[in-house]
C-alpha cells in the first residue's frame, strides 16, 4: 500500500481520487496541510469521508525541531532533553519521556489521527537529520527510553513505530539529501545501533520505519529496499510480526532504485507493507504505476495500525493529561 502527502490545507479535486485508490491505504500530514486545530480537524474529516473506512491518517508530531502542528498542542521538547536528564535522574528521565509520548499520541489521536511515526531510537551521533531527535548516544540508554516511549504511546492507545531501522544514527549525511553508507559489520550494528530495536520490539512495537542508509558489509542495497534487513533480520532474527514502513521515497537517498516505479516495487519486493509518498507532486505516478500489484487491503493495515479516538475536550480535561502536560512543562 503507498501512505501518500496531500498539497495542501484543502483537499484537491484529483486528491479525491487517489483516497478512492485501491493502492492508497492511507494519507501523511505535514505542516504544509496545517493552519490551526479547528483547521486540520476539518480536513481529517473530509479524508476520512473521501477515503472510506480503513483509512490510516498520519503525522510525524516527533516534538522539537519535528513537530508538524503547533498552535492549539502542547510544545513538545526534543527527545534529547530526557536524554540529558538521564545523567542526573535516570529514573525521572525515562517517566518523563513515558509521559512525553502518553501526552503527544494522546493529542494526536483526540485531533482524528491513527499515528504519529513515533519514536525515533536512532543513536545521538552526529546525524544531520537525526540531531536532537535522538535520545543519547549510548545503546543500553536508548534502549530503556524506547521501550519507556512505546509503553507511554500505547497507554495514550497509539501504535508506535520505530524509526530508522537498523539505525540512522550513525552515519553523518541527511538522506533527505545525500546517500547514506554504513561500512560497519552486521556484529557491530547488532551490538550498536540495532540494540534499542530491540527493546522496542520486545515492548511490543506495532511498526518499523527503515532508513534509507546502505550497509554494504550486510547486504548491497539500502535498508529499505533488502530482503537481507527486512525478511531475515528484522522478520526472522528479531522475530518482528508487525508494519514494515518505508521512509519516504522523495528523499534524496532512496532514488539510487530508479524512477518512482522501481522505487516502490523495489520496498514492496524487499518486504516492505506500507510505502510513503510523501512530495504531492510524486503521487499522480506512484498511484498510477502500483495499481497492478497485489496489495494488502486497507483493512488489513488499519487493524493493525489503527485505534481509538478520544473526545478533544474530555482528555484535555482528563487528569492523566494534566499531569503529563505537567511533567514536560
Keep these: ?35 490551526s486545530r479547528e483547521q486540520v480537524t476539518r480536513l481529517i474529516a473530509e479524508i476520512r469521508a473521501e477515503a472510506g473506512p480503513g483509512f490510516l491518517i ?16 502542547t510544545a513538545l521538547p526534543p527527545l534529547s532533553v530526557f536524554g540529558a536528564r538521564y545523567e542526573l535522574d535516570p529514573a525521572k528521565a525515562l517517566a518523563d519521556a ?18 504519529s511515526f513515533a519514536p525515533c531510537i536512532d543513536l545521538k551521533r ?12 549510548d545503546p543500553a540508554i536508548v534502549a530503556a527510553f524506547a521501550a519507556a516511549y512505546v ?8 501504535a508506535a513505530t520505530i524509526k530508522h531501522f537498523p539505525g540512522h544514527g550513525s ?20 551490538k550498536q545501533d540495532l540494540y534499542p530495536f530491540t527493546a522496542g520490539i520486545a515492548q511490543g512495537a506495532e511498526a518499523v520505519m527503515m532508513a534509507h542508509v546502505s550497509y554494504p558489509a550486510v547486504a548491497p542495497e539500502p535498508a529499505g529496499y533488502s530482503p537481507r534487513w527486512i525478511k531475515e533480520i528484522l522478520r526472522e532474527q528479531f522475530r518482528f510480526l508487525g508494519v514494515v514502513i518505508s521512509d519516504d521515497i522523495g528523499m534524496a537517498a532512496a532514488e539510487s532504485a530508479g524512477g518512482i516505479k522501481a522505487r516502490i516495487d523495489a520496498h514492496l519486493d524487499a518486504g516492505c507493507d506500507l510505502v510513503l509518498v510523501c512530495p504531492a507532486a510524486l503521487v499522480a505516478e506512484a498511484v498510477r504505476v502500483t495499481t497492478d500489484r497485489a496489495l494488502k487491503s486497507r483493512s488489513d493495515l488499519a487493524s493493525l495500525l489503527a485505534r481509538r479516538q478520544p473526545e478533544w475536550d474530555a482528555l484535555t480535561a482528563s487528569a492523566d493529561y494534566l499531569a503529563a502536560q505537567a511533567a514536560i512543562a
Design 1 to 35: 500500500m503507498l501512505m501518500i502527502g496531500l498539497a495542501g490545507k484543502e483537499l484537491l479535486p484529483e486528491e479525491r481520487g487517489f483516497l478512492k485508490s485501491p493502492a492508497v491505504g492511507g494519507v501523511i500530514l505535514f505542516t504544509r496541510n496545517f493552519e
Design 58 to 73: 498520519a503525522v510525524d508530531q516527533e516534538g522539537g525541531p519535528v513537530q508538524r502542528f503547533r498552535p492549539g498542542f
Design 98 to 115: 513515558e509521559q512525553h509520548a502518553f501526552l503527544m499520541a494522546s493529542e494526536m489521536l483526540a485531533l482524528g489521527l491513527d499515528l
Design 126 to 137: 552526529g546525524n544531520r537529520a537525526i540531531g536532537e531527535r535522538a535520545f543519547h548516544n
Design 151 to 158: 509503553r507511554g504511546m500505547h497507554r495514550a492507545g497509539m
Design 171 to 190: 552515519v553523518l549525511e541527511d538522506t533527505h539529501f545525500d546517500a547514506a553508507i554504513d561500512p560497519r559489520s552486521l556484529d557491530e550494528i547488532l
